[in-house]
């Protein structure tokens, strides 16, 4: 496929729109710091030792996981929604968040069940990212163990949904026998949260997206080929076992570790590839996936900044945030151009 | 291979076409012989669940035989990857394109995916292949419009450009002239008629427009319950073959004028 048109205008713009809101994004915050000394304590120390320790340790570290969160779930997203050639397909559908979520209720709701000391290690940060992990990828695993015995794509969906169902029937049997505080943690978790990451997690995140990433961008004359169905497919010659195993694999990575690290957020995979379908209108994954990279960046960096509640003390739950705002924008571009386009 | 003797495209050797099940198997059509040569315009036709789609699914390498031989280019289609596949022979399905929102272009363009580099970028080459696909179909001024802008008959004719652009020596269609009104029939046969003349490519098509195949083809094989025969057209008026296509308490064929006649 050509770029017939080339797009360089508004990927431009978009780049732009980016950095404004990356450095909107650590001007902002509880306590209010002025817009120069942001400038400045990015490029050199600052008298104010306490505003440069919160630019350099809590803002920055943030805003960039905001980056990674937005552009990785929307790129999962797209993948999804291409492979399984529906509209409603999200980096989830293959049960990646509700393998998380089993790991992390064992682990926060189980911890009462131990009790003691391995109550305390249970309950450590780290170990809700292993277990959210551990529970992403066991699900994933079995999803995949299936796709290989299963030729029909469409049973790989429902085999995602129904993995789904069971990983939240447990969780459903782990909560009633738990405290209400234990509960309460568990939601919590459930909220997503983008802060809390040091640069050493942060690194680690980054490590795993960046194959994902790349896993992805490999992908992208397959993608454009499964536009055409299966069999068009494959009579182009292409590896539709292989491809699809590649798509799935890249999918499970960025969703995976992302959920890991800021928990289960909600809407941004399912809703930017289609904000990205209305303002480019096509499907040439050339030009859909890094439009959805800067796209996913942006829209995540605008959530957060509004989650923080700017110069309040309070911080509002990021995934009801991405979906205040993201749904109202989906609803309208898809009723003022009156046509989806997928 | 002399130039007087036509190169052989597409050969099949006492096939044996159906379904193999685990226990039991399935035959739909046994001891099938057909040779096409390069340039030929080739009809399949037969009733409704013959086993048409069957033969032209294991033509196409989408089911495997049960027995015998097919032969791309002289080459076993068992021992050809689907990639060199994809530059021997290309498809038309009766399947609509996943997606609807693809330009013309971008979906004539995709025939030259087994060509292009792992990013799918076009060269000079492939865009002129392209756009000469576009001008044998006669779809030039659609070049820029949205496949879901199109009518039945206008995506067809994308769908062959497709094919085209994909440079095969053999072309095979799945019923291309289902959907279509009777001036839209004859318009995609004869544009057929004219690519596998022009491009001296081989054009194997499934139809139940049997008066216009015909006409038209150069070639036809007909599935009846008793055999897969292969032959001109006129030969096979001659032997009698389209009276054993139907059972004959409801239609008949005409042989003088060359079409199926309702009895009243």
Redesign the interface.
């Known amino acids: 496929m050509t770029n017939q048109t080339t797009y360089k205008v508004p990927f431009t713009i978009l780049i732009v729109t980016l950095l404004v809101c990356f450095l909107g994004n650590i001007s902002l915050g509880s306590v209010s710091i002025p817009i120069t000394s942001v400038f400045k304590s990015l490029f050199a120390t600052i008298d104010n030792d306490s505003w440069h320790y919160i630019i350099h340790n809590y803002r920055l570290p943030k805003a960039f996981t905001a980056v990674l969160v937005g552009s990785g779930l929307g790129i999962s997203g797209l993948l999804m929604q291409t492979l399984f050639r529906n509209p409603l397909a999200g980096p989830f559908v293959l049960g990646i968040s509700s393998g998380a979520s089993l790991g992390v209720a064992i682990v926060i709701l189980g911890a009462g069940i131990f009790g003691g000391n391995l109550a305390t290690l249970l309950l450590s940060k780290w170990s809700v990212v292993i277990a959210a992990s551990l529970g992403s990828f066991l699900v994933l695993l079995s999803v995949l163990a299936m796709s290989l015995k299963v030729r029909d794509t469409m049973a790989i969906l429902i085999i995602g949904l129904m993995f789904g169902s069971i990983t939240s029937a447990v969780v459903s049997v782990l909560s009633y026998f738990s405290s209400a505080e234990q509960l309460q943690q568990y939601i919590f978790w459930g909220f997503g949260s983008l802060g809390n990451l040091s640069w050493n997690e942060l690194f680690i995140f980054f490590c795993i997206y960046l194959l994902g990433l790349f896993m992805s961008i490999i992908s992208i004359k397959a993608l454009n080929t499964l536009l055409l169905g299966e069999n068009y497919a494959k009579s182009l010659g292409l590896n539709i076992n292989q491809s699809r195993f590649i798509i799935i694999i890249a999918t499970s990575l960025l969703a995976g570790t992302i959920t890991a690290f800021a928990g289960p957020i909600a809407f941004i995979g399912l809703a930017i590839p289609h904000m990205v379908r209305q303002v480019f209108t096509t499907a040439n994954h050339k030009v859909l996936l890094p439009a959805v990279f800067l796209f996913g960046a942006i829209v995540m960096l605008i959530c957060d900044s509004i989650a923080q509640l700017p110069t309040s003390d309070y911080t509002l739950p990021i995934n009801a945030i991405t979906s205040l705002i993201g749904a109202p924008v989906v609803i309208w571009l898809l009723v003022r151009k009156r046509k989806m386009l997928f | 291979m002399t130039k007087t003797q036509p190169h052989t495209i597409l050969k099949t050797e006492s096939l044996t076409i159906g379904y193999k099940q685990k226990k039991h198997q399935t035959v739909v059509a046994d001891d099938v012989n057909i040779a096409l040569q390069q340039g030929e315009l080739v009809g399949l036709v037969g009733a409704n669940g013959i086993g048409k789609s069957t033969l032209l699914r294991t033509l ?1 390498k ?1 089911q495997p035989p049960i027995d015998g031989s097919v032969f791309i280019n002289d080459k076993l289609l068992e021992n050809s ?7 021997s ?3 038309v ?1 009766t ?5 609807k ?3 013309v ?3 004539v ?3 030259r ?2 060509y ?1 580099n ?5 060269s000079e080459n492939d ?1 002129s292949i392209i756009e000469k696909a576009l001008l044998q179909t006669n779809i030039q001024q659609l070049k ?1 419009k949205k496949c879901f802008e199109l009518s039945d008959g206008q995506l067809q004719k994308v769908m062959i450009a497709r094919a085209l652009a ?1 440079d095969t020596h053999l072309i095979i269609l799945d019923e291309p002239t289902t959907h279509l009104d009777m001036y839209h029939k004859a318009y995609i046969l004869k544009l057929l008629k004219t690519l596998a003349k022009d491009t001296n490519k081989t054009i194997l098509f499934s139809s139940h427009e049997i008066d216009l195949t015909i006409q038209l083809c150069d070639k036809m094989i007909v599935m009846t319950h008793s055999q897969v025969i292969s032959d001109t057209p006129c030969n096979l008026i001659s032997k009698g073959v389209f009276n054993e296509l139907f059972p004959e308490d409801m239609i008949t064929f005409d042989e003088k004028t060359g079409s199926f006649r309702v009895k009243k």
């Open positions: 196409t989408v990857s689907y990639l060199e596949l994809s530059k022979l290309s498809v399905l399947e609509q394109p996943a997606s929102n693809l330009t272009f971008e979906l363009a995709l025939g995916q087994p292009t792992w990013v799918g970028n076009l865009i820029d994909q």
